[in-house]
């Protein structure tokens, strides 16, 4: 090969500036994903779910690591063979392709998550979260404090507590949510207990057991949560949800916004679905505000 058809092959210096950047953008990420999750790994009871979910999300991180490395070098299409060209291209679009629905994913979860309904209603669906070491996080924290805000707004209203997985003392998230709340001074009489669930979509299908789902209800969860919850809720036939979302801790919301992302394209036809509600959503999100985003620090 020649000189200058060598460097005709060279991919240009602003591609190699870009494709190193996402590399570096990519690995730090991936780094900082992998020390909380490994954190919640060994903190948790669902340790086998948790690891499960650590490998869905080092998938996605290897999806862009090598769609980064093809930015950069272009290895994709170097290829002499007429064959393997064909298929380094198919690959190539569908690294493509997949990076462009988590981003998309990413997106929609994140306008969700700005969502801030007038919070409203004679129920309140409080959404539990996985204990560590026995005790609740901070983001369990903040969703009981907005159940608490919520409960002061609307002093005739009931709050759903929801959620199982048991400590090792026996104790699951909805009862220590229904502690919490107590010293926080709201009354016993106002919380209902759900907690047998052990996933977001049983903590709706249980709860649409307990309360008339053509109603009204509230929704409080973490902020990045929000998107998954309520596409969940629409699907177990509650009609008209509205959204109070926690802020969340911003230290961990790379992991949180992956678990959320792995979730979601995990279970396909639910996640077609919430497209169809998706502009809906934007228009209620007022979408993006930097003061929504001041919550999370």
């Known amino acids: 090969m020649s000189y200058y058809s060598s460097r005709r092959s060279r ?28 954190q919640r790994i060994l903190s948790v009871v669902l340790v086998e779910s948790y690891a499960m979910m650590f490998v869905a999300e080092l998938a996605i991180c290897l999806i862009f690591l090598l769609f980064s490395i093809d930015v950069r070098t272009g290895f ?14 198919l690959l190539r679009i569908v690294l493509i392709l997949s990076c462009g629905l988590v981003l998309f994913t990413l997106g929609k979860i994140i306008i969700h ?24 996080t901070d983001d369990l924290i903040s969703r009981i ?11 005739d209203a009931k709050l759903i507590l929801t959620g199982g997985n048991a400590d090792v003392t026996g104790k699951t998230e ?13 009354a016993e009489d106002r919380m209902i207990l759900e907690d047998k669930a052990t996933s977001t979509k049983e903590n709706f ?27 969940i809720a629409n699907s177990a036939g509650f009609k008209s ?31 077609i679905q919430s497209l169809f509600t998706y502009k809906d959503t934007v228009v209620r999100s007022g979408c993006l505000s930097i003061t929504t985003y001041s919550k999370h620090i």
């Open 241 to 271: 949800v509205l959204c109070d979302p926690a802020p969340s801790k911003l230290i961990e919301y790379p992991a949180n916004i992956m678990w959320e992302i792995v979730n979601e394209l995990a279970d396909t036809p639910t996640y």
């Open 174 to 186: 909805a009862v220590i949510m229904q502690e919490l709340l107590t010293e926080k001074g709201v």
């Open 145 to 155: 404090e907005t159940a608490r805000q919520f409960s002061e707004s609307n002093p």
């Open 76 to 89: 994709l299409s170097k290829a002499e063979s007429v064959v393997v060209k064909t298929l380094a291209w």
């Open 113 to 136: 998550a700005n969502t801030h309904d007038t919070p409203t209603a004679q129920n309140a669906i409080v959404l539990g979260l996985a204990l560590q070491n026995g005790k609740p």
């Open 205 to 231: 299908a249980n709860v649409a057991g307990l309360i008339d789902p053509a109603a009204p209800v509230v929704i409080i969860t973490s902020d990045y949560h929000m998107d998954r919850a309520s596409i």
């Open 11 to 38: 991919p240009s210096v602003p591609r190699r500036v870009i494709g190193d950047l996402l590399i570096a953008l990519t690995v730090i990420f991936t780094i900082w994903l992998s020390v909380i999750m490994v």
